[in-house]
């Protein structure tokens, strides 16, 4: 048996309960691995409203990091006894231990901690792809990045400065900006402070960025189009102010040929040798001391409802994990 947190039906934080489930032997393709910690994601707020619907009850939590204890047939790349991190559907990572497809887990290195990896999967295999996958980028590149002072801002601040990559980033206090700008963004611009397209205008000339990153959705999305530089990209990646409003594909047109994509993670490392191969890079990055997680908040596992409390009334800084 294992502590784990479920949901019986979507709603508020008061929906997550704590209860014993039995954990069982994996079968083909599965391992069983028992949880040193768990990660904390919007991505979790959207099973537990129903914006992303599943079959109820199930279990929450995207990440996790751990002690392999059991593998199934055909299961090659990690054994009973090695140390594992992972980012993977489905949701259930919210638990001591846990039955799971192997396809995802990734061997952990030595040289990350188990915390560190369960802060840093989801979210630094979403900068892993932001960087790498979805468009060309390169040393000189300009990107403005909401919430950069995020569990996923803080990580591609870090990300920006290793790759010589300009980072504007936006975020709700001065006290959150300061954070940014420790971490490597370029400029931090405080968007309760007016309007932060002009600003960006400002700091590229009246250029515009190259690319935009955008995880807040409905409240940035349509003036983000306004920072980007002709032909330039907006990549749409979260929806944590709500769902963006449909797109005029003209309006795209007629403020410079604009180029628009609504990426997932779980896009990118649906391939199990995309997905080893994206965690070895944030892994070397991890161990290089280029990229470190930034750990603001702990919570016990049965302190699950208090810790997504604190994430949607924006109470976070960096990364929240949970602890079994």
Known sequence: MARSIVIDESGGPEKLKLVDLPVGEPGPGEIRIRHKACGLNYIDVYFRTGLYPAKLPHGLGMEGAGIV????????????GDRAAYA??????????????????????????????????????????????????????????????GGVGLIACQWARSEGITLIGTAGSD???????????????????????????????????????????????????????????????GNASGPVPPVNLLDLAAKGSLQLTRTTVFTHIGRHETCQAMARHLFEKMASGAVKAQIGQRFALEDAAQAHRALEGRETSGSTILLP
């Open 175 to 237: 006290e959150k900006c300061k954070l940014a700008l420790e971490h490597g963004a370029t400029h931090c611009i405080n968007y309760r402070d007016g309007d932060f397209v002009a600003r960006v205008r400002e700091l590229t000339g009246g250029r515009g960025v190259d690319v935009v990153m955008d995880g807040v959705g409905k409240d940035t999305f349509g003036a983000s189009l306004d920072c980007l530089r002709p032909v330039g990209m907006m990549i749409s990646f």
């Open 88 to 149: 993977s559907q489905p949701p259930g990572a919210y638990c001591e231990a846990r039955v799971m497809p192997a396809a995802q887990v990734c061997p952990l290195p030595d040289a990350v901690s188990f915390e560190d990896a369960a802060a840093m999967m989801l979210k630094g295999l979403t900068v892993e792809y932001l960087f790498h996958r979805t468009v060309p980028l390169k040393k000189g590149d300009t990107v403005l990045f909401h919430a950069a002072a």
């Open 69 to 80: 204890e059991a593998v199934g047939e055909g299961v090659t790349h990690l054994k009973p």
